[in-house]
Nanobody
Framework: QVQLVESGGGLVQAGGSLRLSCAAS????????MAWHRQAPAKQRELVAT???????YYADSVKGRFTISRDNAKNTMYLQMNSLKPEDAAVYYC???????????????WGQGTQVTVSS
């Protein structure tokens, strides 16, 4: 069984910073792409950033230059450094990863339960 657990959310003033973490645990054979998504109240979930095993990254236009995704493959952990936070960044942030649980096993998506980020103006 695989689990993704996010941490690091909280309340921050506009212009402040937070660092989110996502730790994957369980019967993990390999982790492919890892990603952060977010969902604000009454809005659709949106992709924030992704990072491949090789280090290639993608950022949504709304966070480019302010957020940085990184991962520690040895620890099966991903991070999201969020700087210059804006009230519109407030949302529940979810991590997701494509994980294979064994050789020959098809990788599938796994999701964490989310961590709340609140940004006060």
């Amino acid at each position: 069984q695989v689990q993704l657990v996010e941490s690091g959310g909280g309340l921050v003033q506009a212009g402040g910073s937070l660092r989110l973490s996502c730790a994957a645990s369980g019967s993990i054979y390999s982790i492919n792409i890892m990603a952060w998504h977010r969902q604000a109240p009454a809005k659709q979930r949106e992709l924030v950033a992704t990072m491949s095993t090789s280090g290639s990254t993608y950022y949504a236009d709304s966070v480019k230059g302010r957020f940085t995704i990184s991962r520690d493959n040895a620890k099966n952990t991903m991070y999201l450094q969020m700087n210059s936070l804006k009230p519109e960044d407030a949302a529940v942030y979810y991590c997701a990863a494509v994980i294979a649980v064994g050789p020959g096993q098809a990788p599938r998506d796994y999701w964490g339960q989310g961590t709340q980020v609140t940004v006060s103006s």
